[in-house]
């Protein structure tokens, strides 16, 4: 089982997904958060009883470790990295909706502080292609802007709605870094320099991103969605009810492979392995996750991953051991995990039984009606299902019908669609009264994108007397263009008058 190693309560409230860690001196990594009241804390348990004096930076009065940094506006962004590598330490960089500050931590002074027209609503730092220098790249109402330690605009662009997240990964593998771009308009966007190479649509707002290794990065949805790509193919993906408020890459387990850590606002930390999306820890906080970070926060040559919650209490741990083969779960989560195999064994085991009376009830004697209280159905039942294109009438709009229908004079009782992007939640459920059942149902489905979507559908299955059910499970995919239809014939007559001229050039050239 896998223990945090420190656990600190800072007497500061945490902004969500502002934490940053950085060595501001060189050599003393110091945690650094924005407050819900204008301000950056800077905590530095190396240097205790040091206090420092300067126009923005003053004392904390709650912790001696603890120092003050004035923004005087609400703080939208927030990192911490070498801005230029001249110096030799880290600088912090703080947006907010109306400007950029890059802050040298060290000497109490701004190494430049720029106006921002679009706002500061995502931050990242390094270097980008071709871009020698460092760059803090800032996302703002639908402009990236990327300024060096001067101040400089050495990187600007456009993309397609305002951006919620940044991240810096090399996506083609070319040795040079990419900028991954999340916005509001659910795509993922990769910029190589100012060209997009690549583009993904989600079901949702992109609110985090964060590179993994090589071409592979996590993502987290405003639906509390989480999940990884490679490339432009989605690995896999998980959604919880809970939001996902900070993603993190870092090998927990030490197999050589960075896990995804996911803070979530329940207060729940989890990792997990980035081939499969298994969980293989959690841990649990009293309030929401407010940022993932890592580093050698005990400065003893070993690095910790540092998790933060918007009351201010943090916990760092270390990777497992070798000793641990890579179970870093408790006794309780193994027995949980026992115990849902075991409800699955039951599960399979009375369906297996179900299958034996209907063989049984078939050979006795055809099937009516009357057995439906058994919940038996002929076996030769199909599910079959058919798309077409509704042009709409006075009471319903334009949109695609989805038909399914058995295939003898079973009923259909409810039918589940699980689809990406097309219905709140992503799930719609069809229950139709008991009057209107019948052997077919049709579902209108209206396609916000002109994307192919695959519908997976559970059917229930029986007769009208039926209490038990059965299940049928159908994959059916809905085109790219599903909401077009093909135009009829215009009844008007083609023109009778013509024109006559030559031309001197070739066919090819006109």
Known sequence: MLLPVFTLKLRHKISPR?????????????????????????????????HVSASRVFQSPLESDVSLLSINQAVSCLTAGVLNPELGYDALLVGTQTNL???????????????????????????????????????????????????????????????????????????????????????????????IVAEMTETEIVTSLCPMYGSRFGYALSNGTVGVYDKTSRYWRI????????????DLNSDGVN?????????????????TGEVIFKDNFSSA????????????????????????????????????RG??????????????????????????RNYEENAKAELASPLNEADGHRGIIPAN????????????????????????????????????????GIFTGESHVVHPSIHNLSSSICIPIVPPKDVPVDLHLKAFVGYRSSTQFHVFEST?????????????????????SYVNFTIAERAQRQ
């Open 327 to 352: 179970n870093l779960m408790d006794t309780s989560a193994e027995q949980d995990l026992i115990r849902e195999l075991s409800q699955k064994k039951q599960n399979l085991l009375l369906e297996l």
């Open 476 to 496: 059916r995919q809905l085109p790219r263009f599903s909401m077009y239809a093909l135009t009829s014939l215009d009844p008007a007559s083609e023109p009778i």
């Open 381 to 420: 039942t199909r599910l079959h299902t058919t798309l077409s294109v509704s042009l709409g009438n006075e009471t319903q709009t334009a949109h695609t019908e989805l038909r399914i229908s058995t295939s003898n004079d079973t009923i259909i009782r409810a039918v589940l669609i699980f689809a990406e």
């Open 101 to 195: 500050l890059a802050y040298d931590v060290y000497n109490n002074s701004d190494l430049f502080y720029r106006e921002v027209a679009d706002g500061a609503n995502a931050i990242v730092l390094g270097t980008l292609g071709d871009i020698s220098s460092p760059l803090a790249i800032i996302g703002g109402n639908c402009a990236l802007q990327g300024f060096n330690h001067e101040g400089s605009d050495l990187f600007w662009t456009v993309t397609g709605d305002n951006v919620n997240s940044l991240a810096l990964c090399d996506f083609d593998g070319d040795g040079k870094k990419e900028l991954l771009v999340g916005s509001e308009d659910f795509d993922i966007r990769v910029f190589k320099e100012d060209e």
């Open 259 to 275: 896990e995804l850590i996911t803070g979530w606002s329940n207060g729940k930390v989890d990792a997990r392995s980035d081939r």
């Open 289 to 324: 996750i407010a940022g993932v970070v890592e580093g050698d926060y005990r400065m003893d040559g070993h690095i910790q991953l540092i998790c933060c919650s918007v009351d201010g209490e943090i916990r760092g741990y270390l990777p497992g051991t070798a000793e641990m």
């Open 18 to 50: 502002m934490v940053a860690i950085g060595r501001y001196d060189g050599t003393h990594p110091c945690l650094a958060a924005a407050t819900q009241t204008g301000k950056v804390f800077i905590h530095n348990p190396h240097t205790r009883n040091q």
């Open 239 to 250: 959604k919880s009810k809970n939001h996902a408020m900070s993603i993190h890459a870092f």
